[in-house]
Nanobody, 128 residues
């Protein structure tokens, strides 16, 4: 059974950093794409970043470029999201997702419909 478990969230002050982890289990490393999304209270879920685990290509939402970095450790079957220069507007629940064995890989990496397994999320709170 495929499972994704996020960790690393917490409370930080503006300007601080956090590193989120997404540990995958139930399948070994494959050429899937994994993405990070976030959802703030009262707002729709938005795409943050994705990584093509086969070739290592990374993709970012414009507002995250230069501040967030997505990376992977294939031996650990884990994807990370390093978040620097955090702002209060980054406060949200952060989710990771994979398109492993998904049938909608024709969709763009920013489209949540592409992903068929999701984690439970980890909360990030940034205070001013």
């Amino acid at each position: 059974q495929v499972q994704l478990v996020e960790s690393g969230g917490g409370s930080v002050q503006a300007g601080g950093s956090l590193r989120l982890s997404c540990a995958a289990s139930g399948y070994t490393y494959s050429r899937d794409s994994m993405g990070w999304f976030r959802q703030a209270p009262g707002k729709e879920r938005e795409w943050v970043a994705s990584i093509d685990r086969g070739v290592g290509d990374t993709y970012y939402a414009d507002s995250m470029k230069g501040r967030f970095t997505i990376s992977q450790d294939n031996a650990q079957n884990t994807v990370y999201l390093q978040m620097n220069s955090l702002k209060p507007e980054d406060t949200a629940m952060y989710y990771c997702a994979t398109d492993f064995r998904g049938g909608r890989r024709y969709l763009g990496v920013a489209n949540e419909e592409r992903y068929n397994y999701w984690g439970q999320g980890t909360q990030v709170t940034v205070s001013s």
